[in-house]
C-alpha cells in the first residue's frame, strides 16, 4: 500500500450559498467520501466556512484530482446520493457558487510538503454526462521537510521527539561526550531530522565519534 499523506485545511462558500445548500454540501462531500480508502472529511462548518481533515495516495493533491470520478463511483453505490448530488450541483451551476479550500499536507516517506488552494466546483462528466464535482487548482507552493516548516504548516503533532525529550535523555543517562551537546546543537540537529526513531540514535548522531 502507498504512503498515506495527512492534510488539513479550511473550506469558503464563494457567492451566494444559503444555509441549507452550506448543510448539503458538506453532507454530499461526507457521505461521498466516507468509504473511500483516501479523502476529505469536514468536521467543523460555521456561517461561510468550515475545517476539514484529508488523506491521499502519496498526497491529497491526488485525492482532489480524483474527485470526480470518486464521486460518480459512490453514487452508483449508494443510491440516496445520487439525488443530494444532483441538486447541490443544480443549484451550484445555477447561481455560480464556488467552495473554495486551502490546505497543507505531509507525507513523510515521499518527502511531501506543500500547501495548496483550489476550488470545488460543479461539473458534468464528459464521459457520462452525469453532474459530478471536480476540482481545480489555483496555486501551491513546496516545501523543504524542516521541522521549522513542519511547525509553521501546523505538523508539529507528528513529532516522534522533541528537544526537551533529547537534553532530558542526556542528562539522566549521561553518554560519553555528552556535555559537548548544548539545546543549539540539539535544535539544529532537529531542524533536519524532524522524525526520530528513538532517542537513543538521535544521541549517536550527536556525539563526537572521537571523543
Known amino acids: 500500500m502507498a504512503n498515506v499523506s495527512d492534510a488539513h485545511g479550511t473550506g469558503a462558500f464563494v457567492g451566494g450559498w444559503t444555509e441549507e445548500l452550506q448543510d448539503l454540501f458538506v453532507k454530499v462531500i461526507n457521505t461521498s467520501q466516507k468509504d473511500w480508502g483516501y479523502g476529505m472529511e469536514i468536521h467543523y462548518a460555521n456561517d461561510e466556512q468550515f475545517s476539514f481533515w484529508g488523506t491521499g495516495r502519496w498526497s491529497f493533491q491526488n485525492t482532489l484530482e480524483n474527485l470526480e470520478r470518486w464521486t460518480l463511483e459512490e453514487c452508483d453505490e449508494k443510491p440516496d446520493l445520487r439525488p443530494l448530488l ?4 443544480g443549484e451550484m451551476k445555477a447561481h455560480k457558487l464556488v467552495c473554495r479550500i486551502e490546505f497543507a499536507d505531509s507525507e513523510p516517506g515521499g518527502g511531501v510538503l506543500y500547501k495548496m488552494k483550489g476550488d470545488i ?16 487548482e489555483i496555486s501551491s507552493e513546496d516545501f523543504e521537510r524542516t521541522r521549522a516548516n513542519l511547525v509553521k504548516l501546523g505538523f508539529e503533532r507528528e513529532f516522534e521527539i522533541s528537544s526537551d525529550e533529547l537534553m532530558t535523555h542526556l542528562s539522566k543517562t549521561k553518554p560519553r561526550g555528552w556535555e559537548k551537546i548544548t539545546r543549539a546543537v540539539v535544535d539544529a540537529h532537529l531542524e533536519h531530522n524532524p522524525y526520530a526513531y528513538c532517542i537513543e540514535e538521535e544521541v549517536n548522531e550527536l556525539l563526537d565519534p572521537a571523543a
Open 86 to 89: 444532483i441538486e447541490l450541483t
Open 121 to 136: 466546483t460543479a461539473a458534468v462528466c464528459d464521459r457520462t454526462n452525469n453532474p459530478t464535482l471536480r476540482w481545480k
